[in-house]
Nanobody
């Protein structure tokens, strides 16, 4: 059974930093590309960042380039999202994602709120 469990969200002031984690189980983590998405209230879920199975290639939404870094530790079955220089518009629920055999799997999400 595929499980994804996010953590690390919270309330942070503009300009602050957070690191999100996603612990994966139920599949061979090291062989799958992984993604972070986010969804703000009333908005569609959007892709924030993605990383290949071995971590050799990463891509980002234009809105987070230069501020967010996606990474993974395959020995720990864990995906990370380091978020720096946070802005109020980064406020959203953040979800990790994996697609296995054309099925999308999601965690429960972790809330990030950027506010003074």
């Amino acid at each position: 059974q595929v499980q994804l469990v996010e953590s690390g969200g919270g309330l942070v002031q503009p300009g602050g930093s957070l690191r999100l984690s996603c612990v994966a189980s139920g599949f061979t983590f090291s062989t799958y590309h992984m993604r972070w998405y986010r969804q703000a209230p009333g908005e569609e879920r959007e892709l924030v960042a993605s990383i290949t199975s071995a971590g050799g290639y990463r891509s980002y939404a234009d809105s987070v380039k230069g501020r967010f870094t996606i990474s993974r530790d395959n020995a720990k079955n864990t995906l990370y999202l380091q978020m720096n220089s946070l802005k109020p518009e980064d406020t959203a629920a953040y979800f990790c994602n994996v697609m296995i055999l054309r099925n999308n799997y999601w965690g429960q999400g972790t809330q990030v709120t950027v506010s003074s």
